[in-house]
């Protein structure tokens, strides 16, 4: 019998996603009476058209709730022929062989790009283990990206700076024809590179343009934190308004909504700044919201 290692979303197989938005692709597992402990799949994408996040340089792969007590996953990208890339996930116990149940096994974040367009595919392999340590025969669903216009979309700006210096990092808004009454972000960075100015009470300003003395009166709130991972810090940013709800502007162009304060520490190399976005309207509702990292450099 075999079992069925796939992407499975509303549809089996079928994701939906805008150009410069978030595609979360969800893997799940169809054992049809099969003990199965372990599974890995090897997803090959196209990265001219989207491309796995990462978060500190690893692909952003998250075990489902209900599995990481006693499972693990390990990801890794690797570059194929032209843009072709494969993202290769395993998902196993380091210290048991309990066999896992029907159900969702973990997802992976891919941001896809402005340009995209079109239907797209993530072809999928699929491999699988036994308690016992045999080989199951595996097969895995493949899916496809059915890509709709531009969606919202967070972009950070670029900065340069010498070692000690202070940099200044914009974030610019594009709409996109969505209604966006208020935004957040988290912003990680390697707190061996960098830190963010003001500490406890991060340098971070909300633009003029939309702030409490203009018409839409949003107020900025940020905090740093520790991340999940060793040096790993981040800057949390909220752009909102005590008094509104007011939609923030859409004006064709990308729109700055605020700017934050970084210290340049030692080290040679680019700093990537990776964020997470996200958005909601003025129900309250969430909007899904696309990020594009910034970069400082280094003089």
């Known amino acids: 019998m075999q079992v069925n290692v796939g992407l499975f979303g509303a549809t089996p197989g079928v994701l939906a996603g805008t150009a410069g938005g978030i595609l979360d692709v969800p893997v799940s597992l169809v054992t049809n009476g099969t003990s199965v402990s372990a599974v890995s799949n090897d997803l090959v994408y196209d990265s001219a058209v989207l491309e796995v996040q990462t978060v500190q340089g690893s692909p952003d792969c998250t075990i489902d709730g209900g599995l990481a007590a006693s499972k693990q996953i390990v990801a890794r990208v690797a570059a194929l022929n032209g843009s072709m890339k494969r993202l290769r996930v395993g998902l196993f116990g380091a210290d048991n062989q309990s ?26 392999q699929a491999q699988a283990s036994s308690p016992q340590g045999a080989p199951v025969n595996a097969i895995g669903a493949d899916g496809s990206v059915t890509i709709g216009g531009t969606g919202p979309v967070l972009a950070l700006g670029t900065g340069t700076a010498s070692a000690g210096g202070m940099v200044d990092i914009t974030a610019s808004l594009s709409s996109n024809g969505a209604q966006l009454s208020a935004i957040s972000t988290d912003i990680r960075f390697d707190s061996t590179r960098v830190e963010v100015a003001g500490g406890a009470a991060p340098d971070c300003t909300v633009d003029e343009s939309i702030g409490e003395t203009s018409v839409f009166d949003k107020e900025i709130v940020a905090a740093v934190r520790d991340g999940d991972e060793p040096d790993v810090q981040i800057l949390r940013v909220g752009i909102v308004s005590r008094q509104n709800n007011d939609v923030l502007p859409d004006i064709g162009t990308p729109l700055p909504v605020f700017r934050c304060r970084f210290q340049l520490g030692a080290g040679s190399g680019d700093v990537v700044l990776e964020h997470t976005a996200d958005a909601s309207d003025p129900s309250g509702l969430d909007v899904g919201l696309g990020s594009l990292p910034g970069t400082i450099s280094v003089e």
Do not use: W
């Not at 149940?101 to 072809?123: I, K």
């Open 99 to 124: 066999a896992l149940s029907d159900g969702n096994l973990y997802q992976c974040r891919f941001v896809l790009a402005l340009s995209a367009a079109g239907v797209t595919t993530l072809d999928n």
